[in-house]
């Protein structure tokens, strides 16, 4: 029998009868044509028991536990409060869909209007939507709004800008008649602002793209010259945040001139899990309100005359709109935002702080530390948030040795920036301990060493 | 489902509530950050609240104590298949061993997280009959969109840079017509037959060297067995157009037809429906691709690759003994869809789900799917009109549209009347073509007494209905708040709190 | 808090729902019972319901909504200390290292566990000045038993076996006396004196060289200090008796005044009320059992033991570099309270919170912990009469005697009244001294909003019980059921589902 | 700052204020001869991050992950079902105190109701109480029944009863003046009957207590003669239940003549955690109903005529009845019967029946294969649940041999039998793998050749 179905088999006989048909074969009957042909190749059926013996011999065969990990590059490891997962997963929060009956979803409702709140508060704009995938998709949909807004079919990003949020802009592109050209970055680790200025001068750019930090962790913001003339050739400036955790202590994207703000929110307690499910936000100025993609909650009142909150502005979304909606999203990252939602009202202003503050000072350290080493300096001298790159020799060789001694150094930079390969990007967050930025700094000293000699 | 006490006015906004300071101490303090960067980047105000762990605990519990979800009671929302979300499922996704797992983990450090990707994709490309599955996309609407960039990339590979045009059921989801718009194609609408079904007449009408795409769903958004889909699909590839199956619909077919014998050479598979992931309030959701041998190379990047092959089977032997890698080296793929990999704890949770069925079990897990459907579209056609009485799939609409004449009660009044007693509502006004539609789907996962209480439940609100309709017109009144002004919530956008207040 | 949906009725007991076969496949099916064994020995019925995992999911859900717990709402329940039970707590107590461990696991495969034990012992130790703890109790009660079968042993030991009376305040909680009476000593009640203390003139009436245990909690029940404690402690040391310390309301001492410098001899403490450990509807509970030196070896077995022992303090060196054994053979001891070792998962919880308050942490806790009980008697007192107008510790009793002679409306109608307004109520009827009485205990976890906005809601009761008794009386009108028939529970008990209904 | 206190340093002064005290040692302050002398020695105060590190730190210091386990011996591995804790962790319940108020408790008493009628269906008692601390206090408890109801100060005791339950039996009874006299265990390793008969031939025993299976695995009823006897001799026969699983397979107590069972409840879900909480039952005939110490929950009738539940019979209690109550017990272990509840409801009949199948059919395949072992044999011939009693040499030896094997092997019954000094009590459940009985049975064959060279 299926797997969680509560049915007898004298409830399937009385139901069957009941509509009036022989069998269960009979009730799917389809013809014989396209019936299968032979039986599926699917994993075992086993009892619960087994499954979780398997899934745990699964989980074990992954082997990154004891490692010292300086891995981040868009995917942070945070402190994620005990507190959040007992209230995340409550049942009520868990097995909801997407609150279309507003009059028994108002606790998510209100949260996710929170959320909006949060992420309008945290980057300085004055709208937010309520999710979207991860933060590569969110720079898609953002892009997608300037693309909207400015009626051009051009794309300014700097090269600094996470390769994979970069990648799946490509992606997207390559369905509507969009170009993207890209910024190069000087050798601070900042895109080159004459290159911008340059560029923009044609008015034929829809958005100029960047990050801050960067993917290099470099602070890289829009300059007040340069923004004025951003401005005045009608592009629109979008921000993106890969690295939440940096808004607790950096200005917001909107003091320095951003007219939208995308990014990804994983660092507010959402688990690494391999690549997702994290969570996209978009953030804009109150004038693209309707270009908004996906879901938007908003506060209204019901007809008790009591506050209420409800889906609203749905005239941009796929349900209603179809071929002329904003966006084509339909389920969002919901419950990743409300893991985040409550993230944030843990910690509050003081604990955001905080996290940022122990961010920034681990970082230090660790650049401290790996440029004692000999042979290992820092490739870039401007202004970090929590990430490093690492001038080690070559980046793939030395990782692999580091790993050899327990240590994950961070992420190969010769995969994305072939200028790079001689360079590792290094994180370190409130987790990172002074115990493994030894480990690493003992690690680095044998395997730099090593791979001088050769 | 009831309180124990009676507050039921609503928790304040987190906003209006805490001190500053007011924090409990998960990290120790840090020096200032003006030690670290010139105060030109620093932020001058951080204006969020600071509340105790105690009071975000209360906050967030009476939210949730305002919020229906399956655990809560039966969830008939049509083509949303609702069905019970195992607990197994998500204490094995938060195992730390794949929860703590950073995405850059080397391939030989994330040899179990491989496997797991592994074995779902190869069991969800026999269960659908395609050559393989991308677990890229992050939903339904996502892999739509996927999937045409892999048509237009295949058609531009093939140097068929003609083919505008995808053809849509006007019964289809929203996304649908949504994501070809996204993917600069253009969307030609197609009638439903008196039957409900697609016909094959309408579709050649529009067929030509310029089809790319032809999107269904089988069963349709109606809950009907497209009969007609070996021929539809047959003309789509006379013209070389591509067909795409929408897989919001699978929990009918598994086992027991597969999209790709009836001709589809893409799909996508919503598993936060089928596979039993938690839908979490609106997300995140988990939209694996499957295509056909011919555009296996356009699968977005990374594709997880065996080593060797798994030529042994699933059924005895599944992925112990191989090794993997994630092979982000495909010339011909549209690139990634995402910043990662794949919504990886949802995985786990579908491949959970897999070991708990094997292919024995997901056979069943339709047929009964199918059962439910019927028995209730057999009990509800007692006092609602139900326009396709015949045999259903897993769903079925009925139609207020008699009752809303009679009496002026329309389905929106029906489904609100439902939540006064417990219920979460059908899903209402979708497929569009069916006046004062209710669309019910009541998943494998519920029981006969269930869905027995339900019937006479809407069956005495469709008698009240006929006795007293402004009752029922007035419905929700049980509810923590009643029917919300939309058109303020529209006209006077108020999407966020403000300091002011 | 409040409903999502409206269907405020009871669920059916799990009995009356599911049918026969209708279960998860937990495990596999199993042979017969009689491959096994012979038939007689086996059992022909086993009329147990089978539920679907949904409908049990569904059934325990809507049971927690109709329950109050302190993550929904303030819950000032006096002698019971209901504060926050932070998360992190059950979260270390559930890591698999700790909660997978067998208690027959040799000493050297369970060091962690025993290191646990080792620094929440000396902790303890340390912070109410007693020469050792046992962990072994399994709550307040359970440790009051063992603490007087401790004393009975040691004089026993010394041979005085006439002792054989246990002196008990009439403010003292039931157990206490229950407790002397289940270890066969008689008991002697002292009565208070006009402060609300006990008084050292009643007490030496008593005193002789009978007296075995004087057994006394400070602040008492009413949340007052004994400020004659000294000399209650040095005129029952002077007869040759023990001095018992009821910790349930240690969290007024923290960091403040040390039981052992008091003059105590033995003593228990709540960690399930005073360490955060949550009560979990009733338990389970934790209770330990500090002795001083005289007494360490009659504790009950087994007992941690170092090697070597933490000569180095806890506050810089936790038990790192050391190692451990249960100890059984104490040829004094008393025994074994219970099967196994201690209330481990507790003892984890316990240290969690010691981790996050350290010593500083603990005095700053019972410091605001009295702060707020102050805070609340001063407002209370404005409507309500405080027999005892002095600072408190950590609670208050209130009398609602004259509000009863004034309108008829007892302490027990304004209890009934809060919970109608989303609060728990206090302790009432308890200590049995003050008439009508109601005994508030905020704990230092809630805010100074959440008093505020509690003293206006039992303001506004009072001012409504001298405008309307009735209603009050009438209370609760919100919840999901009212007043319960006690009479009727007492003479016609119904105590359990039987097959016929 | 003390943890989870959320006062800031204003609102301490306006609340000091509104006091009218100066300072908070003020409002605390003792006489100088009895403050503090010294600061205190505790653990160190560290975030919470660094807790929860710490503690990981403490958990990975136990070492038993690994071993192929066939310890029980009263405590035992089961498989619990994610949805137990999924349901039992939600904050109403796990936040609640004892349900005094009734009516907004009627969730958590509801559930005590079905813990109740559990332990009735389960045991064939009439009643059952809303739980005690563990198995073996409620031993104690329920002999103290018997003491009652007879008032006799004697009790018979096998000593094929849990020896740790025996031990309990004789700390409680050291408050009280009753005796307590053993009853030898025969060569098939159950109770000596005649030995019964002919202690009880005095009728000076308040109760005769049996263990079934009891402390060797074996099943131990009083046969239909001997029940006879004890029935005329007025004594009450006390049936102790430590491995509850065998409830769904073996008949009940009551069937063999029980009148009150007492029993450890941890089998159905609860963690072994090192020894608790566990949950102790208590269940008995009607006529004890008065006797029974503890809540108990009842069914009645709320003022709107509704059915309704609420503590009852609460003059047996120490709040109310004081140094007379049946019991001093107050904090009981009512979570632990949640999860008992939950776990039962989500087993139901079916699953039940096939968890103590699995365990009869694991422990016949374990006995199997360690008496193919040269030099390793059964000491009982007799039917027994899931655990056997293996003859081996020298038990302390062999098991910390096989502990070098990564094998805890079971529990030297020589600790509290010193005539088993030669055996090792062996439990099975349905969590043995035939890989666990491999390991165990190879290690085996080294170690116990071993021990015969030596
Ligand atoms: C028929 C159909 N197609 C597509 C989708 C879109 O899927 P998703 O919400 O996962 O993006 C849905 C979801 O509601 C659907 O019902
Ligand atoms: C003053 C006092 N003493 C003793 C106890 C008994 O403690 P426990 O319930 O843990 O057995 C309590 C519990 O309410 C109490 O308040």
Redesign the interface.
């Known amino acids: 029998m299926g797997a969680y179905t509560p049915h007898t088999p004298q409830e399937i006989s009385q139901m069957l009868e009941r509509i009036g048909v022989g069998s269960l074969e009979e009730l799917l009957a389809v013809s014989p044509d396209i019936a299968p042909k032979a039986p599926l190749d699917v994993v075992p059926a086993m009892p619960e028991y087994q499954i979780e013996r398997r899934m745990k011999a699964l989980a074990a065969r992954n082997g990154a536990d004891d490692y010292a990990s300086f891995l981040g590059a868009g995917a942070y490891r945070h402190y994620a409060p005990p507190a959040i997962a007992a209230l995340a997963m409550r049942g009520e929060f868990l097995t909801a869909y997407t609150p279309y009956q507003a009059e028994v979803s108002q606790g998510y409702l209100q949260a996710i209007y929170e959320w909006q709140s949060y992420i309008c508060l945290l980057t300085g704009m004055e709208i937010a939507n309520a999710s979207v995938y991860d933060g590569a998709t969110a720079l898609a949909e953002g892009s997608i709004m300037a693309i909207n807004a400015t009626g051009r079919k051009r794309l300014l990003v700097s090269r600094a800008v996470d390769p994979r949020y970069r990648a799946v802009l490509h992606t997207y592109c390559g369905g509507l008649d969009v170009e993207i050209d890209e910024i190069a970055v000087g050798a601070d680790g900042r895109t080159d602002g004459a290159s911008v200025r340059a560029a923009i001068e044609a008015k034929s750019y829809a958005a100029v793209v960047l990050q801050s930090p960067n993917f290099f962790g470099v602070i890289d913001e829009i300059d007040p010259q340069l923004r004025a003339s951003i401005e005045s050739s009608g592009t629109v400036p979008i921000a993106v945040i890969s690295e939440a955790i940096s808004l607790g202590a950096l200005r917001s994207p909107a003091q320095w001139g951003a007219q939208i703000v995308v990014g990804e929110a994983q660092s507010f307690g959402v688990a690494l899990a391999y690549g997702g499910p994290y969570v996209g936000f978009i953030a804009s100025t109150a004038e693209h309100m309707r270009r908004i993609p996906g879901r938007l909650v908003g506060r209204s009142l019901d007809n008790r005359g009591q506050e209420a909150y409800t889906l609203t502005l749905q005239a941009r979304e796929q349900h209603i709109r179809r071929e002329k909606a904003t966006s084509n999203i339909c389920t969002n990252q919901a419950h990743c935002a409300l893991i985040a939602t409550i993230y944030l009202a843990l910690m509050g202003a003081s604990g955001l702080r905080d996290v940022a503050g122990l961010n920034l000072e681990r970082s230090r350290e660790l650049a401290t530390a790996v440029s004692s080493v000999p042979g290992v300096s820092l490739r870039f001298d401007a202004p970090f948030f929590n990430e490093i790159v690492v001038r080690v020799g070559n980046g793939a060789e030395v990782l692999a040795a580091l790993q050899k001694h327990g240590v994950l150094g961070g992420v190969d930079l010769g995969r994305f920036y072939p200028e790079y390969a001689d360079s590792i990007l290094m994180t370190a967050t409130e987790l990172t301990s002074t115990g493994d930025i030894a480990k690493l700094t003992a690690a680095l000293r044998e395997v730099v060493h090593v791979a001088a000699v050769r | 489902?009831?309180?124990?006490?009676?507050?039921?006015?609503?928790?304040a906004?987190?906003?209006e509530?805490?001190?500053?300071?007011?924090?409990?101490?998960?990290?120790?303090?840090?020096?200032?950050?003006a030690?670290?960067?010139?105060q030109?980047?620093?932020?001058?105000e951080?204006?969020?609240?600071?509340?105790?762990?105690?009071?975000?605990?209360?906050?967030?519990?009476?939210?949730?104590?305002?919020?229906?979800?399956?655990?809560?009671?039966f969830?008939p929302?049509g083509s949303?298949t609702?069905?019970?979300?195992?607990?197994?499922n998500?204490?094995?996704?938060?195992?730390?061993?794949?929860?703590?797992?950073?995405?850059?983990?080397?391939d030989?450090?994330?040899?179990?997280?491989l496997?797991?990707m592994y074995?779902l994709e190869?069991?969800l490309s026999?269960?659908f009959?395609m050559a393989a599955f991308s677990l890229n996309p992050?939903?339904?609407?996502?892999a739509?969109?996927a999937a045409?960039?892999v048509a237009?990339?295949y058609f531009k590979d093939r140097g068929e840079i003609k083919r505008t045009k995808v053809i849509v059921p006007d019964t289809a989801?929203?996304?649908n017509?949504?994501?070809?718009?996204?993917?600069?194609?253009k969307?030609i609408s197609i009638p439903s037959d008196a039957r409900g079904r697609v016909s094959l007449e309408e579709i050649e009408k529009v067929l030509g060297d310029d089809t790319a795409v032809c999107m269904m769903t089988n069963p349709n958004t109606l809950g009907l067995?497209e009969?007609h889909?070996?021929e539809i699909a047959a003309a789509v590839h006379r013209v070389g157009g591509l067909m795409y199956y929408d897989g919001a619909n699978a929990n009918?077919i598994m086992?027991?037809?597969?999209p790709g014998?009836?001709?589809f050479d893409l799909m996508h598979l919503?598993t936060?429906k089928t596979f039993?992931i938690?839908?979490?309030?609106?997300?995140?959701?988990?939209g694996p691709l499957g295509v056909a041998a011919h555009l296996v190379d356009f699968l977005?990047t990374p594709v997880v690759r065996a080593i060797p092959d798994g030529k042994t089977?699933?059924?005895?032997a599944?992925?112990d003994g191989m090794r993997f890698e994630l092979d982000f080296n495909r010339p011909k793929s549209?690139?990634?869809?995402?910043?990662?990999?794949?919504?990886?704890?949802?995985a786990?949770r579908a491949?959970?789900?897999?070991?708990?069925?094997?292919?024995?079990?997901?056979?069943?897990?339709?047929?009964?799917a199918?059962?439910?459907a019927?028995?209730l579209r057999?009990?509800v056609s007692e006092f609602l009109s139900t326009p396709y009485p015949e045999?259903c799939?897993h769903e079925f609409v009925a139609s207020a549209q008699d009752l809303k004449k009679e009496t002026g009660v329309r389905a929106l009044d029906i489904?609100?009347a439902l939540?006064?007693?417990?219920?979460?509502?059908p899903?209402v006004y979708?497929p569009l073509i069916v006046p004062e539609c209710l669309m019910m789907e009541p998943t494998?996962?519920?029981?006969?007494?269930?869905l027995d209480i339900f019937i006479e439940a809407l069956r005495e609100i469709i008698e009240t209905a006929k006795r007293d309709p402004q009752s029922i017109m007035a419905a929700?009144?049980?509810?923590?708040?009643?029917?919300?002004?939309?058109t303020?919530?529209?006209r006077q956008?108020?999407?966020?709190?403000r300091q002011s207040g």
């Not at chain 2, 609702?82 to 197994?88: E, I």
């Not at chain 2, 204490?91 to 061993?97: D, E, I, N, V, Y």
């Not at chain 2, 491949?351 to 009964?368: M, R, W």
């Not at chain 2, 956008?493 to 709190?497: C, G, H």
Request: aromatic residues 8%.
């Open positions: 489902m009831s309180q124990p006490s009676a507050n039921s006015s609503a928790p906004l987190i906003f509530t805490g001190a500053p300071g007011r924090a409990t101490e998960y990290v120790e303090r840090s020096r200032p950050h030690d670290f960067l010139p030109e980047l620093l932020r001058t951080l204006p969020l609240p600071d509340n105790s762990e105690l009071d975000v605990v209360r906050h967030f519990t009476q939210l949730s104590q305002r919020t229906f979800g399956i655990d809560l009671g969830y929302l949303c609702m069905k019970y979300n195992p607990r197994v998500d204490a094995m996704a938060s195992l730390p061993g794949f929860s703590d797992l950073h995405p850059y983990t080397p030989d450090l994330a040899q179990g997280s496997a797991v074995e190869r069991s026999s269960v009959g992050s939903a339904g609407a996502h739509e969109l045409l960039l237009k990339k989801h929203g996304t017509p949504a994501s070809a718009a996204m993917c600069g194609f969307v067995f009969d889909i070996a009918a086992g027991n037809v597969r014998d009836m001709g919503n936060h039993t938690p839908h979490g309030g609106g997300g995140a959701g988990h977005p089977g699933l059924r005895r599944p992925s549209i690139g990634p869809m995402r910043s990662f990999w794949s919504n990886f704890a949802h786990v491949l959970s789900y897999l070991y708990a069925n094997g292919a024995e079990g997901l056979k069943s897990v339709s047929q009964l199918v059962l439910n019927n028995y057999v009990g045999i799939r489904a609100k939540l006064d007693r417990g219920y979460m509502a899903t979708f494998e996962t519920e029981s006969k007494e269930t929700p009144v049980r509810t923590v708040v009643g029917r919300i002004d939309e303020r919530a529209a956008p108020d999407l966020r709190w």
